[in-house]
Protein backbone atom coordinates (compact mmCIF):
# COMPACT_ATOMS: atom_id res chain seq x y z
CA UNK A 1 0.00 0.00 0.00
CA UNK A 2 1.56 3.43 -1.26
CA UNK A 3 1.22 6.27 1.40
CA UNK A 4 1.85 9.87 0.67
CA UNK A 5 3.69 13.03 2.47
CA UNK A 6 1.89 15.90 0.85
CA UNK A 7 3.81 19.63 1.24
CA UNK A 8 1.47 22.34 0.18
CA UNK A 9 2.91 25.82 -0.15
CA UNK A 10 1.25 29.29 0.56
CA UNK A 11 2.47 32.30 -1.27
CA UNK A 12 2.86 35.68 0.22
CA UNK A 13 -0.60 35.64 -2.06
CA UNK A 14 -3.55 34.74 -0.88
CA UNK A 15 -4.90 33.54 -4.28
CA UNK A 16 -1.92 31.72 -5.88
CA UNK A 17 -0.59 28.15 -4.37
CA UNK A 18 1.35 25.18 -6.09
CA UNK A 19 1.98 22.24 -5.23
CA UNK A 20 5.95 20.64 -4.35
CA UNK A 21 6.18 17.78 -5.32
CA UNK A 22 9.29 16.13 -4.37
CA UNK A 23 9.38 15.67 -0.88
CA UNK A 24 8.30 12.32 -0.05
CA UNK A 25 8.96 11.93 3.59
CA UNK A 26 6.39 9.52 5.91
CA UNK A 27 4.90 6.67 5.73
CA UNK A 28 1.02 8.36 6.50
CA UNK A 29 0.32 12.14 7.45
CA UNK A 30 0.31 14.76 6.00
CA UNK A 31 2.72 17.99 6.08
CA UNK A 32 1.37 21.26 4.96
CA UNK A 33 4.22 24.33 5.07
CA UNK A 34 3.32 27.71 3.95
CA UNK A 35 5.90 30.50 2.93
CA UNK A 36 4.63 33.30 5.54
CA UNK A 37 4.38 31.23 8.41
CA UNK A 38 7.84 31.76 10.66
CA UNK A 39 7.91 28.50 11.89
CA UNK A 40 8.15 26.12 8.86
CA UNK A 41 10.80 28.59 6.94
CA UNK A 42 12.97 25.80 6.64
CA UNK A 43 10.50 23.81 4.39
CA UNK A 44 11.97 24.05 1.27
CA UNK A 45 11.60 23.35 -2.86
CA UNK A 46 14.84 20.91 -2.29
CA UNK A 47 13.17 19.12 0.22
CA UNK A 48 15.70 21.09 2.84
CA UNK A 49 14.86 19.83 6.79
CA UNK A 50 12.38 21.94 8.25
CA UNK A 51 11.78 23.14 11.56
CA UNK A 52 8.12 22.92 12.62
CA UNK A 53 5.85 21.15 10.31
CA UNK A 54 1.74 20.91 11.55
CA UNK A 55 1.34 17.05 11.54
CA UNK A 56 -2.38 16.79 11.42
CA UNK A 57 -3.86 13.44 11.82
CA UNK A 58 -7.69 12.31 12.30
CA UNK A 59 -6.73 11.90 16.27
CA UNK A 60 -3.61 13.53 16.89
CA UNK A 61 -1.82 13.68 20.56
CA UNK A 62 -0.20 15.78 21.41
CA UNK A 63 -1.75 16.52 24.96
CA UNK A 64 -0.10 19.93 26.68
CA UNK A 65 1.47 21.35 23.52
CA UNK A 66 1.15 25.11 23.53
CA UNK A 67 0.62 27.38 20.42
CA UNK A 68 0.48 30.95 19.18
CA UNK A 69 -2.01 31.77 15.92
CA UNK A 70 -2.68 35.29 14.32
CA UNK A 71 -5.99 36.67 12.98
CA UNK A 72 -5.29 35.00 9.32
CA UNK A 73 -6.09 31.76 10.49
CA UNK A 74 -3.27 28.94 9.56
CA UNK A 75 -0.18 31.68 8.83
CA UNK A 76 1.40 30.31 11.97
CA UNK A 77 2.46 26.42 12.38
CA UNK A 78 1.50 24.87 15.44
CA UNK A 79 0.86 21.59 17.14
CA UNK A 80 -2.54 21.49 18.03
CA UNK A 81 -4.54 19.18 20.88
CA UNK A 82 -7.80 18.82 19.14
CA UNK A 83 -10.11 15.87 17.30
CA UNK A 84 -11.18 16.52 14.16
CA UNK A 85 -15.12 16.41 13.14
CA UNK A 86 -16.91 17.03 9.72
CA UNK A 87 -15.40 17.88 6.67
CA UNK A 88 -15.87 21.26 5.34
CA UNK A 89 -15.06 23.34 2.18
CA UNK A 90 -12.40 26.52 2.63
CA UNK A 91 -10.86 28.36 0.28
CA UNK A 92 -7.10 29.08 -0.76
CA UNK A 93 -5.84 25.74 -1.04
CA UNK A 94 -4.88 24.23 -4.35
CA UNK A 95 -5.53 20.79 -5.38
CA UNK A 96 -3.33 18.20 -4.21
CA UNK A 97 -1.31 15.16 -6.11
CA UNK A 98 0.26 12.29 -4.74
CA UNK A 99 3.21 11.18 -5.61
CA UNK A 100 3.88 7.04 -4.69
CA UNK A 101 7.18 6.11 -2.54
CA UNK A 102 9.27 4.01 -3.91
CA UNK A 103 9.99 0.30 -2.69
CA UNK A 104 13.43 0.07 -1.64
CA UNK A 105 13.32 3.87 0.65
CA UNK A 106 13.19 2.84 3.88
CA UNK A 107 10.16 3.97 6.49
CA UNK A 108 10.58 6.59 8.46
CA UNK A 109 10.98 6.90 12.31
CA UNK A 110 7.95 7.80 14.57
CA UNK A 111 9.54 10.88 15.58
CA UNK A 112 9.62 11.51 11.91
CA UNK A 113 6.45 11.19 11.41
CA UNK A 114 4.61 13.63 13.77
CA UNK A 115 7.85 15.16 15.25
CA UNK A 116 6.96 14.26 19.04
CA UNK A 117 7.51 10.01 19.15
CA UNK A 118 3.79 9.59 18.79
CA UNK A 119 1.45 7.93 17.01
CA UNK A 120 -1.71 9.21 14.69
CA UNK A 121 -3.87 7.87 12.63
CA UNK A 122 -3.60 8.23 9.33
CA UNK A 123 -5.41 10.43 6.89
CA UNK A 124 -6.18 8.21 4.72
CA UNK A 125 -4.92 5.02 2.76
CA UNK A 126 -4.20 4.88 -0.49
CA UNK A 127 -5.86 1.55 -2.71
CA UNK A 128 -4.70 2.13 -5.69
CA UNK A 129 -0.78 2.07 -6.21
CA UNK A 130 0.58 3.84 -9.27
CA UNK A 131 3.05 1.48 -11.01
CA UNK A 132 6.48 2.49 -11.33
CA UNK A 133 6.82 1.20 -14.84
CA UNK A 134 4.26 3.50 -15.73
CA UNK A 135 4.46 6.28 -18.02
CA UNK A 136 4.49 9.72 -17.03
CA UNK A 137 0.67 9.97 -18.26
CA UNK A 138 -0.05 6.92 -16.06
CA UNK A 139 1.39 8.79 -13.20
CA UNK A 140 -0.37 12.05 -14.05
CA UNK A 141 -3.42 9.72 -14.85
CA UNK A 142 -3.71 8.39 -11.47
CA UNK A 143 -2.79 11.47 -9.47
CA UNK A 144 -5.86 13.18 -11.19
CA UNK A 145 -8.03 9.73 -10.83
CA UNK A 146 -7.14 10.85 -7.01
CA UNK A 147 -7.33 14.35 -7.37
CA UNK A 148 -10.72 14.59 -6.56
CA UNK A 149 -10.90 12.56 -2.97
CA UNK A 150 -7.25 14.02 -1.92
CA UNK A 151 -8.79 17.36 -2.63
CA UNK A 152 -11.77 16.88 -0.31
CA UNK A 153 -9.22 15.37 2.16
CA UNK A 154 -6.64 18.43 2.27
CA UNK A 155 -9.31 20.63 1.90
CA UNK A 156 -11.18 18.82 5.03
CA UNK A 157 -8.08 19.15 6.91
CA UNK A 158 -7.23 22.33 6.16
CA UNK A 159 -10.34 23.37 7.18
CA UNK A 160 -10.50 21.75 10.34
CA UNK A 161 -6.85 22.52 10.95
CA UNK A 162 -8.36 26.52 11.03
CA UNK A 163 -10.86 26.01 13.16
CA UNK A 164 -8.51 24.30 15.08
CA UNK A 165 -6.31 27.23 15.63
CA UNK A 166 -8.94 29.57 16.86
CA UNK A 167 -8.78 27.89 20.13
CA UNK A 168 -6.34 29.22 22.53
CA UNK A 169 -4.87 28.19 25.71
CA UNK A 170 -5.17 31.26 28.29
CA UNK A 171 -2.37 29.83 29.96
CA UNK A 172 0.99 29.69 28.04
CA UNK A 173 3.98 28.41 30.40
CA UNK A 174 6.19 31.69 29.57
CA UNK A 175 10.41 31.66 30.61
CA UNK A 176 11.85 34.75 32.73
CA UNK A 177 13.14 37.53 29.70
CA UNK A 178 11.40 36.14 27.01
CA UNK A 179 8.78 38.50 25.64
CA UNK A 180 5.24 37.50 25.63
CA UNK A 181 3.26 36.56 22.37
CA UNK A 182 0.64 37.73 21.62
CA UNK A 183 -2.54 35.17 22.00
CA UNK A 184 -6.17 35.23 20.14
CA UNK A 185 -9.53 34.23 21.86
CA UNK A 186 -10.14 31.20 23.99
CA UNK A 187 -12.40 28.49 23.41
CA UNK A 188 -12.88 26.15 25.53
CA UNK A 189 -15.53 22.74 26.05
CA UNK A 190 -18.14 22.83 27.96
CA UNK A 191 -16.73 20.81 31.02
CA UNK A 192 -13.38 22.34 30.73
CA UNK A 193 -15.50 25.90 30.69
CA UNK A 194 -17.74 24.93 33.63
CA UNK A 195 -15.15 23.76 35.73
CA UNK A 196 -13.34 26.54 35.34
CA UNK A 197 -16.38 29.40 36.04
CA UNK A 198 -16.40 27.06 39.15
CA UNK A 199 -12.77 27.68 40.06
CA UNK A 200 -13.20 31.31 38.94
CA UNK A 201 -16.37 31.61 41.18
CA UNK A 202 -14.66 29.94 44.65
CA UNK A 203 -11.48 32.04 43.71
CA UNK A 204 -13.75 35.50 43.55
CA UNK A 205 -15.89 34.25 46.46
CA UNK A 206 -12.53 33.65 48.56
CA UNK A 207 -10.90 37.10 47.82
CA UNK A 208 -14.88 38.84 48.30
CA UNK A 209 -14.42 37.26 51.73
CA UNK A 210 -10.71 38.56 52.63
CA UNK A 211 -11.75 41.97 51.36
CA UNK A 212 -14.48 41.88 53.87
CA UNK A 213 -12.52 41.20 56.37
CA UNK A 214 -9.96 43.37 55.20
CA UNK A 215 -12.30 46.52 54.59
CA UNK A 216 -12.79 49.16 57.59
CA UNK A 217 -16.50 49.01 57.84
CA UNK A 218 -16.18 52.00 60.54
CA UNK A 219 -15.68 54.30 57.09
CA UNK A 220 -18.65 54.92 55.15
CA UNK A 221 -22.34 56.42 55.46
CA UNK A 222 -26.20 56.05 56.87
CA UNK A 223 -28.47 55.43 53.52
CA UNK A 224 -31.79 56.04 53.83
CA UNK A 225 -33.23 52.06 53.76
CA UNK A 226 -37.24 51.30 54.12
CA UNK A 227 -36.57 47.83 54.69
CA UNK A 228 -35.56 48.85 58.11
CA UNK A 229 -35.82 48.38 61.25
CA UNK A 230 -34.80 44.32 61.98
CA UNK A 231 -37.58 44.19 64.23
CA UNK A 232 -40.80 46.17 65.05
CA UNK A 233 -42.44 44.86 68.48
CA UNK A 234 -40.44 43.51 70.75
CA UNK A 235 -41.37 42.81 74.59
CA UNK A 236 -37.79 43.01 75.55
CA UNK A 237 -37.14 46.78 75.24
CA UNK A 238 -37.41 48.90 78.80
CA UNK A 239 -39.02 52.32 79.49
CA UNK A 240 -36.11 54.19 79.18
CA UNK A 241 -35.49 53.14 75.10
CA UNK A 242 -38.66 52.56 74.19
CA UNK A 243 -39.20 55.68 72.18
CA UNK A 244 -42.42 54.81 70.05
CA UNK A 245 -44.22 53.82 73.23
CA UNK A 246 -43.32 56.97 74.75
CA UNK A 247 -44.61 59.08 72.11
CA UNK A 248 -42.12 59.77 69.60
CA UNK A 249 -44.25 60.26 66.42
CA UNK A 250 -41.26 60.23 63.88
CA UNK A 251 -40.11 57.43 62.29
CA UNK A 252 -37.35 57.75 60.16
CA UNK A 253 -34.43 57.31 62.54
CA UNK A 254 -35.58 54.03 62.48
CA UNK A 255 -34.96 53.15 58.74
CA UNK A 256 -30.86 54.28 58.40
CA UNK A 257 -29.08 51.59 57.82
CA UNK A 258 -25.00 52.13 57.72
CA UNK A 259 -23.21 51.69 54.41
CA UNK A 260 -19.69 51.37 54.33
CA UNK A 261 -17.37 53.10 51.73
CA UNK A 262 -15.32 49.80 50.64
CA UNK A 263 -17.40 47.01 50.71
CA UNK A 264 -20.88 45.72 51.99
CA UNK A 265 -21.46 44.33 55.62
CA UNK A 266 -23.91 41.45 55.75
CA UNK A 267 -27.43 42.20 56.77
CA UNK A 268 -28.01 40.64 60.19
CA UNK A 269 -30.28 36.99 59.98
CA UNK A 270 -31.10 36.40 63.59
CA UNK A 271 -31.36 32.70 62.72
CA UNK A 272 -27.79 32.51 61.24
CA UNK A 273 -26.67 34.22 64.78
CA UNK A 274 -28.80 31.83 66.96
CA UNK A 275 -27.19 29.26 64.60
CA UNK A 276 -23.21 30.85 65.39
CA UNK A 277 -24.13 31.05 69.78
CA UNK A 278 -26.03 27.48 70.12
CA UNK A 279 -25.10 26.02 73.58
CA UNK A 280 -23.11 29.25 74.61
CA UNK A 281 -23.32 31.94 76.27
CA UNK A 282 -23.14 35.85 75.01
CA UNK A 283 -22.49 37.84 77.74
CA UNK A 284 -22.65 42.24 77.25
CA UNK A 285 -20.87 43.87 80.71
CA UNK A 286 -20.70 47.11 80.94
CA UNK A 287 -22.81 50.45 81.83
CA UNK A 288 -26.19 51.38 80.89
CA UNK A 289 -25.11 52.06 77.27
CA UNK A 290 -24.30 48.14 77.23
CA UNK A 291 -27.27 47.23 78.59
CA UNK A 292 -28.96 49.43 75.42
CA UNK A 293 -27.01 47.22 73.07
CA UNK A 294 -27.80 43.91 74.65
CA UNK A 295 -31.53 44.61 74.71
CA UNK A 296 -30.92 45.18 70.95
CA UNK A 297 -29.60 42.49 70.64
CA UNK A 298 -32.50 40.31 72.34
CA UNK A 299 -34.63 41.73 69.94
CA UNK A 300 -32.94 41.11 67.35
CA UNK A 301 -32.65 37.57 67.85
CA UNK A 302 -36.49 37.02 68.76
CA UNK A 303 -37.02 38.03 65.14
CA UNK A 304 -35.45 33.75 64.81
CA UNK A 305 -37.80 32.21 67.14
CA UNK A 306 -40.87 30.07 66.12
CA UNK A 307 -42.11 30.01 69.63
CA UNK A 308 -41.79 33.12 71.64
CA UNK A 309 -42.61 31.28 74.60
CA UNK A 310 -39.34 29.22 74.61
CA UNK A 311 -37.09 32.46 75.59
CA UNK A 312 -37.18 33.71 78.98
CA UNK A 313 -35.19 35.13 81.89
CA UNK A 314 -33.70 32.64 84.07
CA UNK A 315 -34.89 34.80 87.36
CA UNK A 316 -38.19 35.68 85.67
CA UNK A 317 -36.93 39.06 86.63
CA UNK A 318 -38.48 42.10 83.93
CA UNK A 319 -35.94 44.61 82.60
CA UNK A 320 -35.56 47.92 83.99
CA UNK A 321 -32.76 50.35 84.79
CA UNK A 322 -33.01 49.39 88.27
CA UNK A 323 -31.93 46.04 87.84
CA UNK A 324 -28.28 44.71 86.97
CA UNK A 325 -27.84 41.24 86.14
CA UNK A 326 -30.48 39.40 83.43
CA UNK A 327 -30.07 36.18 81.37
CA UNK A 328 -32.03 34.98 78.91
CA UNK A 329 -32.31 31.59 78.02
CA UNK A 330 -32.98 30.72 74.58
CA UNK A 331 -34.37 26.61 75.15
CA UNK A 332 -34.21 25.74 71.33
CA UNK A 333 -30.59 26.86 70.62
CA UNK A 334 -29.31 26.18 74.23
CA UNK A 335 -27.95 29.49 74.40
CA UNK A 336 -28.12 32.58 77.17
CA UNK A 337 -28.06 36.26 76.53
CA UNK A 338 -27.27 37.89 79.59
CA UNK A 339 -26.17 41.84 80.92
CA UNK A 340 -24.33 42.16 84.27
CA UNK A 341 -23.64 45.67 84.88
CA UNK A 342 -20.68 47.40 86.09
CA UNK A 343 -20.20 51.25 85.51
CA UNK A 344 -16.42 51.15 85.32
CA UNK A 345 -15.34 47.39 85.19
CA UNK A 346 -13.53 47.96 88.39
CA UNK A 347 -14.58 48.11 91.95
CA UNK A 348 -17.07 50.90 93.31
CA UNK A 349 -15.70 51.07 97.32
CA UNK A 350 -15.72 53.04 100.41
CA UNK A 351 -12.76 54.30 102.40
CA UNK A 352 -12.12 56.32 105.14
CA UNK A 353 -10.56 60.02 104.20
CA UNK A 354 -10.19 61.63 107.57
CA UNK A 355 -12.90 60.91 109.99
CA UNK A 356 -15.41 60.61 106.99
CA UNK A 357 -16.23 57.24 104.85
CA UNK A 358 -16.70 58.31 101.22
CA UNK A 359 -17.28 56.72 97.65
CA UNK A 360 -14.29 55.60 96.03
CA UNK A 361 -12.93 53.58 93.00
CA UNK A 362 -10.48 50.85 93.28
CA UNK A 363 -8.34 51.37 89.81
CA UNK A 364 -6.13 48.21 90.91
CA UNK A 365 -9.18 45.60 92.22
CA UNK A 366 -11.44 44.58 89.13
CA UNK A 367 -15.51 44.35 89.86
CA UNK A 368 -16.79 41.88 91.89
CA UNK A 369 -19.03 40.38 89.86
CA UNK A 370 -16.64 38.45 87.77
CA UNK A 371 -17.57 35.27 88.38
CA UNK A 372 -21.23 36.06 86.54
CA UNK A 373 -18.44 36.66 83.27
CA UNK A 374 -15.95 33.64 83.92
CA UNK A 375 -16.73 30.64 81.40
CA UNK A 376 -18.50 32.75 78.32
CA UNK A 377 -17.90 32.36 75.05
CA UNK A 378 -18.29 35.93 73.82
CA UNK A 379 -17.92 38.54 75.79
CA UNK A 380 -18.70 42.16 74.88
CA UNK A 381 -16.82 45.05 77.52
CA UNK A 382 -17.83 48.88 77.58
CA UNK A 383 -16.42 51.78 80.20
CA UNK A 384 -16.87 55.38 79.37
CA UNK A 385 -20.13 56.99 80.02
CA UNK A 386 -19.47 57.18 83.89
CA UNK A 387 -16.15 58.25 83.56
CA UNK A 388 -17.23 61.53 82.24
CA UNK A 389 -18.94 62.23 85.66
CA UNK A 390 -18.36 65.05 87.87
CA UNK A 391 -16.46 63.03 90.59
CA UNK A 392 -14.83 61.28 88.23
CA UNK A 393 -13.15 63.92 86.29
CA UNK A 394 -12.77 66.18 89.47
CA UNK A 395 -10.47 62.92 90.65
CA UNK A 396 -10.47 64.06 94.21
CA UNK A 397 -10.45 61.72 97.38
CA UNK A 398 -12.27 59.54 94.42
CA UNK A 399 -9.35 56.96 92.79
CA UNK A 400 -8.04 54.31 95.10
CA UNK A 401 -5.20 51.98 94.82
CA UNK A 402 -4.37 49.69 98.38
CA UNK A 403 -5.02 51.04 100.91
CA UNK A 404 -4.40 54.55 99.75
CA UNK A 405 -6.66 56.93 98.27
CA UNK A 406 -4.99 59.62 95.90
CA UNK A 407 -6.33 63.19 96.86
CA UNK A 408 -6.50 64.00 93.22
CA UNK A 409 -5.43 62.19 89.86
CA UNK A 410 -6.51 63.10 86.63
CA UNK A 411 -9.05 61.52 84.86
CA UNK A 412 -7.01 59.73 82.52
CA UNK A 413 -4.53 58.63 84.39
CA UNK A 414 -6.77 56.97 86.18
CA UNK A 415 -9.00 55.41 83.14
CA UNK A 416 -5.56 53.78 82.33
CA UNK A 417 -4.85 52.00 85.44
CA UNK A 418 -8.29 50.77 85.59
CA UNK A 419 -8.32 49.45 82.18
CA UNK A 420 -4.84 47.50 82.86
CA UNK A 421 -6.36 46.08 85.72
CA UNK A 422 -9.30 45.17 83.70
CA UNK A 423 -6.61 44.05 80.81
CA UNK A 424 -4.44 41.62 83.40
CA UNK A 425 -7.86 39.75 84.54
CA UNK A 426 -8.79 38.98 81.13
CA UNK A 427 -5.31 37.50 81.07
CA UNK A 428 -5.50 35.63 83.75
CA UNK A 429 -9.00 34.42 83.66
CA UNK A 430 -10.24 33.89 79.66
CA UNK A 431 -9.48 30.87 77.67
CA UNK A 432 -9.11 32.62 74.14
CA UNK A 433 -9.27 28.82 72.66
CA UNK A 434 -13.37 28.95 74.56
CA UNK A 435 -13.89 32.57 74.44
CA UNK A 436 -14.41 35.92 72.14
CA UNK A 437 -13.56 38.91 73.64
CA UNK A 438 -14.90 42.30 72.52
CA UNK A 439 -14.60 46.07 74.13
CA UNK A 440 -17.14 48.37 72.24
CA UNK A 441 -15.74 52.14 72.34
CA UNK A 442 -17.38 54.94 73.50
CA UNK A 443 -20.49 56.13 72.31
CA UNK A 444 -21.12 59.77 71.55
CA UNK A 445 -23.64 62.36 73.48
CA UNK A 446 -25.20 65.21 71.71
CA UNK A 447 -26.16 67.03 74.40
CA UNK A 448 -27.04 70.78 72.69
CA UNK A 449 -26.74 74.06 74.88
CA UNK A 450 -25.57 71.86 78.14
CA UNK A 451 -25.00 68.61 79.65
CA UNK A 452 -27.83 66.10 80.99
CA UNK A 453 -28.27 68.12 83.92
CA UNK A 454 -28.05 71.17 83.01
CA UNK A 455 -30.86 72.56 80.06
CA UNK A 456 -28.55 70.14 77.18
CA UNK A 457 -31.61 68.94 74.42
CA UNK A 458 -31.99 67.36 71.27
CA UNK A 459 -35.17 66.64 70.84
CA UNK A 460 -35.84 68.78 67.68
CA UNK A 461 -33.29 66.45 66.04
CA UNK A 462 -35.07 64.17 63.40
CA UNK A 463 -32.30 63.45 60.64
CA UNK A 464 -28.68 62.35 60.94
CA UNK A 465 -25.86 64.90 60.78
CA UNK A 466 -24.17 66.09 57.79
CA UNK A 467 -20.85 66.15 59.55
CA UNK A 468 -19.62 65.27 63.06
CA UNK A 469 -16.73 67.37 63.02
CA UNK A 470 -17.75 68.74 66.97
CA UNK A 471 -17.25 64.46 67.81
CA UNK A 472 -14.01 64.22 67.83
CA UNK A 473 -12.14 60.73 68.54
CA UNK A 474 -12.29 59.94 72.34
CA UNK A 475 -9.13 59.75 74.39
CA UNK A 476 -10.80 56.83 76.33
CA UNK A 477 -10.89 55.18 73.26
CA UNK A 478 -7.18 55.91 72.23
CA UNK A 479 -6.47 54.48 75.73
CA UNK A 480 -8.30 51.09 75.20
CA UNK A 481 -6.85 50.74 71.90
CA UNK A 482 -3.26 50.90 73.28
CA UNK A 483 -3.98 48.41 76.24
CA UNK A 484 -5.65 45.93 74.25
CA UNK A 485 -2.31 45.58 71.81
CA UNK A 486 -0.40 44.95 74.57
CA UNK A 487 -2.15 41.92 76.16
CA UNK A 488 -2.01 38.33 75.74
CA UNK A 489 -5.48 37.52 75.08
CA UNK A 490 -6.78 38.84 71.76
CA UNK A 491 -9.34 40.95 72.01
CA UNK A 492 -11.55 42.38 69.19
CA UNK A 493 -12.02 46.54 69.72
CA UNK A 494 -15.56 47.41 68.50
CA UNK A 495 -15.33 51.20 67.46
CA UNK A 496 -18.70 52.26 66.75
CA UNK A 497 -17.97 56.14 68.32
CA UNK A 498 -17.24 57.92 64.68
CA UNK A 499 -20.19 56.68 62.71
CA UNK A 500 -22.43 56.61 66.12
CA UNK A 501 -21.72 60.53 66.10
CA UNK A 502 -23.84 61.33 63.10
CA UNK A 503 -26.86 59.79 64.60
CA UNK A 504 -28.06 62.87 66.90
CA UNK A 505 -31.56 61.95 65.51
CA UNK A 506 -31.74 58.73 67.53
CA UNK A 507 -31.37 59.67 71.05
CA UNK A 508 -34.89 59.36 73.51
CA UNK A 509 -34.77 62.90 74.30
CA UNK A 510 -38.31 63.56 76.17
CA UNK A 511 -39.46 60.24 75.24
CA UNK A 512 -37.19 58.13 77.54
CA UNK A 513 -40.17 58.67 79.98
CA UNK A 514 -44.32 57.80 79.65
CA UNK A 515 -45.26 61.18 79.36
CA UNK A 516 -46.81 61.65 82.62
CA UNK A 517 -43.49 60.49 84.35
CA UNK A 518 -41.67 63.34 81.84
CA UNK A 519 -39.25 66.05 82.96
CA UNK A 520 -37.04 68.80 81.50
CA UNK A 521 -34.14 66.40 81.23
CA UNK A 522 -33.52 64.67 78.34
CA UNK A 523 -31.66 61.80 77.53
CA UNK A 524 -29.25 62.59 74.35
CA UNK A 525 -27.29 59.21 75.64
CA UNK A 526 -28.67 56.50 75.34
CA UNK A 527 -30.43 55.69 72.19
CA UNK A 528 -34.26 54.64 70.95
CA UNK A 529 -34.92 50.99 70.21
CA UNK A 530 -35.01 49.96 67.62
CA UNK A 531 -32.19 52.67 66.15
CA UNK A 532 -28.29 53.06 66.39
CA UNK A 533 -27.52 49.92 68.59
CA UNK A 534 -28.77 47.46 66.07
CA UNK A 535 -25.88 48.32 63.84
CA UNK A 536 -23.58 48.07 66.76
CA UNK A 537 -25.08 44.31 66.61
CA UNK A 538 -24.71 44.47 62.92
CA UNK A 539 -20.56 44.92 63.33
CA UNK A 540 -21.06 42.44 66.23
CA UNK A 541 -22.31 39.52 64.72
CA UNK A 542 -20.05 40.66 61.17
CA UNK A 543 -16.81 39.97 63.17
CA UNK A 544 -18.02 36.88 64.68
CA UNK A 545 -18.91 35.57 61.09
CA UNK A 546 -15.57 36.53 60.34
CA UNK A 547 -13.65 34.43 63.56
CA UNK A 548 -15.86 31.25 63.20
CA UNK A 549 -15.44 30.88 59.67
CA UNK A 550 -18.69 31.60 58.04
CA UNK A 551 -20.18 33.21 54.96
CA UNK A 552 -20.62 36.47 54.54
CA UNK A 553 -24.08 36.28 52.41
Not at 42 to 57: A, F, T, Y
Not at 279 to 305: A, H, P, T, Y
Not at 324 to 332: A, E, Q, T
Amino acid sequence: MALADLCVRKRNSNTSNYIDRSTISAKVGLQICYDSSPSLSGCREQGQGHRGPLIVGMAPTFNGLTRNSSSTGLESSIFIDTHFRGPENTSGFASISVIKRKDNESETSGKDRDGVNGNFTTVQEISAPVSETSSFEEKKSGAISLEKTEVQSSEKIAEETRQATSQEKTETPIKEGIEKKKKGPTTVTNMKASRNERIKASRNERIKENNMRECDITKGRWVYDASYPLYSSCPSIDEGFDCVGNGRLDKDYMKWRWQPQDCNIPRFNATKMLDLIRGKRLVFVGDSINRNQWESMLCMLMEGVKDPKKVYETHGRKITKEKGNYSFKFVDYKCTVEYHVTHFLVHESKAKVGSRRVQTLRIDAIDHGTSRWRGADVLIFNTAHWWSHFKTKAGINYYQEGNQVHPQLDVSTAFRRALLTWASWVDRHVNPRKTEVFFRSSAPSHFRGGQWNSGGHCKEATHPLNETSSISYSEKDSIVEDIIKRMKTPVTFLNITSFSGFRIDGHPSIYGKRPSKRSSIQDCSHWCLPGVPDTWNEFLYFHLLSKQGGTFQ
